[in-house]
């Protein structure tokens, strides 16, 4: 089965975590971090768990207590149902038998560090550009590769290709013709690269040239 890294904006939109472990700690760092509220099962709660909740006022909601198959089916069915689920209760039984629910009642669901239809990848945030990371060890991979990001992708870039974003949906520009559109993107585009991703230079040098942005 092939893979699709796919962005999701998670902002407000419910999600069901089943467990109490570092796993799902971690994940739901993740996703209230994205804006996601959380309800979140177990029947123990680490002390981290009531400092996420601080942290995260209105977005968790930690429910004390087992989730078995006869609930979880009740909660999918509901018009609470959450978008997505994330399993691990440490017991593989009870985990497969979640995640069967959950594909019965077709919402995607994840039991974490096990192949599943629904992977979360921890994202690595340049606005421009994104990266996915989901492995076991995805919390050190994120760190390197966002030290390595940071140098391979620079302040000037990350600022020129915001501004290009702009530019691109700007209205003036919505308004023109298509090709003449296009052409300006290129040229805009062209002079970016010129300029290592400076996007002030890369106006100035349209100028110089004659060229207009509208």
Not at 11 to 38: R, T
Not at 96 to 118: D, M, Q, W
Not at 172 to 179: N, T, Y
């Amino acid at each position: 089965m092939g893979i699709l890294a796919l962005f999701i904006d998670l902002e407000d939109w419910p999600c069901l975590l089943a467990g109490g472990n570092e796993k799902i700690l971690y994940q739901a760092q993740s996703l209230l971090e994205h804006g996601a509220k959380l309800s979140i099962w177990s029947k123990e709660f680490t002390p981290h768990f009531q400092q996420l909740a601080k942290q995260f006022p209105g977005q968790l909601s930690l429910v004390r207590g087992q989730l078995d198959g006869t609930m979880l089916t009740h909660i999918l069915q509901s018009q609470l149902a959450p978008r997505f689920v994330f399993i691990s209760t440490d017991d593989l039984d009870l985990d497969a038998e979640l995640y069967k629910i959950c594909e019965t009642n077709f919402v995607p669901a994840s039991v974490l560090g096990y192949h599943s239809r629904l992977a979360a990848a921890t994202t690595i945030d340049r606005t421009a550009l994104q990266v996915a990371v989901s492995v076991p060890a995805a919390m050190e991979l994120e760190q390197v590769l966002a030290r390595n990001l940071e140098r391979a992708y620079p302040q000037d870039w990350h600022e020129g290709s915001l501004s290009y974003v702009q530019f691109r949906h700007s209205k003036e520009l919505e308004q023109m013709h298509v090709g003449v559109k296009e052409a300006k993107l290129d040229e805009l585009a062209s002079a970016l690269m010129e300029c290592k991703g400076r996007y002030a230079a890369a106006e100035a040098k349209l100028e110089r040239r004659g060229k207009t942005m509208f």
